[in-house]
């Protein structure tokens, strides 16, 4: 069976953030610490080498495929920031009509920096991604 690439790691979260070429980007990366540890309330944590992720879930496919994941999370790459969210949630793309400048991925949104977007969407973002995952993956 084929193993998740992205686990959850005991690495160190401000380590990461300050390991972080760009003194912008590493501004923005704490800014959005502040943001996505208040809005869910859960704990930072490294997911592979380079993803801040916030609580988790199990995920089974009908295929059989499992594993776990963050329910939110972020990475402050070279190029973009990638914000992580649910798949299939049918309600992203009305919030993200608000969100300001973005591009998208199947599970990513990609900025430049924190200040191209608006962080009251940001945080409806992450809220309504953790509820829908809870719905969908309920007893986490």
């Not at 309600?91 to 608006?118: M, P, Q, S, W």
């Amino acid at each position: 069976m084929v193993q998740p690439k992205t686990k959850e790691t005991d690495s160190s979260v401000i380590e990461f953030i300050e390991s972080v070429e760009s003194p912008k980007k590493r501004e923005d990366a704490y800014q959005l610490l502040d943001i996505y540890t208040e809005t869910t309330g859960y704990e930072a944590k490294m997911w592979g080498p380079s993803i801040i992720g916030f609580g988790s879930y199990h995920y089974r496919y009908e295929s059989g495929h499992e594993g776990d994941a963050p329910l939110v999370g972020f990475s402050p790459r070279k190029a973009k920031i990638s914000l992580y969210f649910a798949t299939g949630d049918t309600e992203r793309e009305a919030l993200l009509n608000d969100f300001g400048k973005h591009t998208t991925g199947k599970a990513c949104v990609y900025i430049n920096k924190v200040a191209d977007i608006d962080v009251l969407v940001l945080r409806a973002l992450i809220t309504q991604s953790v509820s829908f995952l809870q719905e969908k993956y309920p007893n986490q």
